[in-house]
């Protein structure tokens, strides 16, 4: 079953620490990230199978609590078609993002 696991830090080290280690344990994909109040929060979305996204998000976060602290993290199993729109509109955002630059 195919899933969707948010995980919000803060700070941009903090982010980059946390999706490194995501990736490194588990078959997951990054999806995007979204920066708050001028890079302080940042939340990184990945996607997977159920287990390999509540197991990245868990390495996430202990990655990101031995550096400052895990702000929210969840894992949806099955999204709702609406919540991959959201998602969407945030990865073309951020794509956009990387063009420009």
């Known amino acids: 079953m195919y899933a969707i696991g948010l995980i919000e830090v803060n700070g ?3 982010a980059v620490e946390a999706l490194d280690a995501m990736l490194k344990t588990a078959n997951v994909e990054f999806v995007t990230w979204e920066k708050k109040l001028g890079g302080r929060l940042v939340t990184i979305i990945v996607k997977g199978d159920v287990s390999a996204v509540e197991e990245a998000i868990l390495n996430g976060k202990i990655k990101a609590d031995n550096i400052t602290r895990t ?3 969840a894992v949806i199993p099955n999204p ?3 919540t991959i729109k959201m998602v969407n509109i945030s990865a073309k955002s951020y794509l956009k993002q990387m063009v420009v630059r």
């Open 12 to 14: 941009f080290v903090t």
């Open 71 to 73: 702000v929210a993290y």
């Open 80 to 82: 709702h078609q609406e």
